[in-house]
């Protein structure tokens, strides 16, 4: 056991306190150096604008210390090995240092590429706008739906070519309602490849404002009429949305594992991309403060929470026995404004249950009886009993407030379930830790804060520099 040692120094030994050069050693935890920077980055991260209970300097150096204590025993517990926290830390790491790996220059390639293969797709073909009308026609249609639909292709097209317009008479009469609200139009421009090559293979031959005979495709019978014909807009123009386009697919992610993959690759397996990644945070974090302290925030935040969730929170809220012996100990301390009741409320469909319930439940531990009465009494289809059992206090229910706490006004019975009653007993105050088992939970966990922190500072020691304390936020 490592004795604790609190110093309090007015002075600054020389040389010894400056890790770096303009940023000296505030305190020791462990006997690892905490730089200024490292301190007021936390402080003034706690303490600012939004923050209703600002503390001092002086204020929050034993909330510091306290962190720092128990991320040591984290550390020294070794739950910075463990699977969970490597793959959450990782995430969290590379979500910060992944994109530095995108250059303009490699993004710019990334999307000249994307236009160079949607253009490729493209021409000679280039973009068409057509409208058509469709006749559809079932898959396994007889030849009586097959001559119907020629029919009716046929009598369309007739219209069109004694002067009908094709605009309303698409939206009177094709069968592909979202085209035909719109006159026909597919709505924007079309490439080869994105239709049925039927349907293309007639669209893409026609000329400018030329009309199509009808022809079928698996999809019944068609008339195209050509809109327009346009080739693939140079790359500045089209750059915004390609840009749009790819970074809601993640784009910048996409080129961070190209890049990191690569130079894991150059290395010649010296590396792997795990530490590619890892190489970089180092060389940016010794150039920016910032984020280092951001990444260590976030490492030893999770430490945290694995210690605290442990030692802590997990542990006081599953001992019982603890529970129970700081109930006693504290019982005055937990009292209620209005007394409550104790039990179970339930509904049942006969008169006659009534009574048997309230003798079942008399032979059955509290904690049972919920399922008790659901394995007796609503095994089957028929369900018998309605039951609630809670610690109610007046206003949650109002058959407990009508039974147990004497209001006037008298509930309407359920409707299936008409003859209600209660079981239980009325408390002026707790009796047991469970009757306030959210308080207890709390208290005891606080209680178990403040052992564990008292044992942390037994453990370890620290050295605080009350000098250079002085002078954060004031350099």
Not at 45 to 71: H, M, R
Not at 82 to 104: A, G, N
């Amino acid at each position: 056991m490592r004795k604790f040692a609190l110093w309090l120094c007015s002075f600054c030994l020389a040389g010894g306190l400056y890790a770096q050069d303009g940023d000296p050693v505030v305190m020791k935890i462990n006997g690892k150096d905490v730089l200024r920077s490292e301190f007021e980055y936390n402080f003034n991260k706690n303490n600012g604008d939004e923050v209703a209970d600002k503390k001092t300097v002086d204020e929050y150096v034993d909330l510091f210390v306290n962190y720092k204590l128990k991320v040591e025993a984290a550390l020294d517990a070794r739950y910075d090995t463990l699977s969970s926290f490597k793959r959450e830390f990782r995430t969290y790491r590379d979500q910060q240092i992944r994109p530095y790996f995108v250059t303009p220059a490699v993004e710019e390639q990334e999307l000249r590429r994307y236009y160079d293969q949607m253009k490729a797709a493209i021409e000679p073909g280039g973009l068409i706008s057509v409208a058509h009308i469709l006749v559809r026609v079932p898959q396994k249609a007889s030849s009586e739906e097959l001559e119907a639909a020629k029919v009716r292709v046929d009598s369309i097209y007739a219209a069109l070519q004694a002067g009908a317009d094709f605009a309303t008479l698409a939206k009177q009469c094709s069968d592909d309602k979202g085209s035909a609200a719109r006159g026909g139009d597919l709505g924007g421009w079309v490439a080869k490849g994105q239709t049925l090559k039927e349907f293309e293979d007639v669209a893409f031959a026609l000329g400018d404002n030329e009309m199509s005979q009808p022809f079928q495709s698996p999809l019944g019978y068609h008339i195209v009429l050509m809109k327009g014909r346009k080739h693939l807009e140079p790359y500045e123009t089209l750059k915004p949305q390609i840009q749009h386009f790819l970074e809601s697919r993640g784009l910048k992610e996409h080129i961070a594992g190209m890049v990191v993959d690569s130079l894991a690759k150059a290395s010649g397996g010296r590396l792997t991309p795990e530490e590619v990644v890892e190489q970089k945070t180092q060389e940016l974090c010794a150039k920016d403060p910032e984020l280092k302290y951001l990444i260590q925030e976030y490492h030893d935040g999770l430490l945290l929470f694995e210690v605290s969730t442990r030692e802590v929170w997990d542990k006081a809220a599953k001992d019982t026995v603890g529970l129970e012996a700081y109930f006693k100990d504290n019982k005055s301390k937990y009292k209620w404004d209005s007394p409550r009741y104790k039990g179970i409320v339930y509904h049942c469909s006969d008169e006659g249950l009534v009574k048997q319930v309230r003798k079942l439940l008399k032979s059955v531990d509290e904690d049972m009886w919920v399922d008790t009465l659901r394995a007796v009494y609503n095994q089957d289809s028929l369900k018998q009993i309605r039951a609630e059992k809670n610690l109610f206090k007046k206003g949650d229910d109002a058959f407990i407030d009508y039974l147990v706490f004497k209001e006037k006004k008298e509930p309407q019975p359920l409707k299936a379930y008409p003859y209600t009653a209660v079981y239980g007993k009325k408390l002026k105050r707790p009796k047991v830790w469970t009757d306030v088992r959210g308080e207890v939970v709390s208290d005891y966990q606080a209680a178990c804060e403040a052992d564990f922190v008292r044992k942390l500072r037994e453990t370890y020691k620290v050295e605080i520099y009350k000098e250079v304390l002085n002078t954060v936020n004031k350099h």
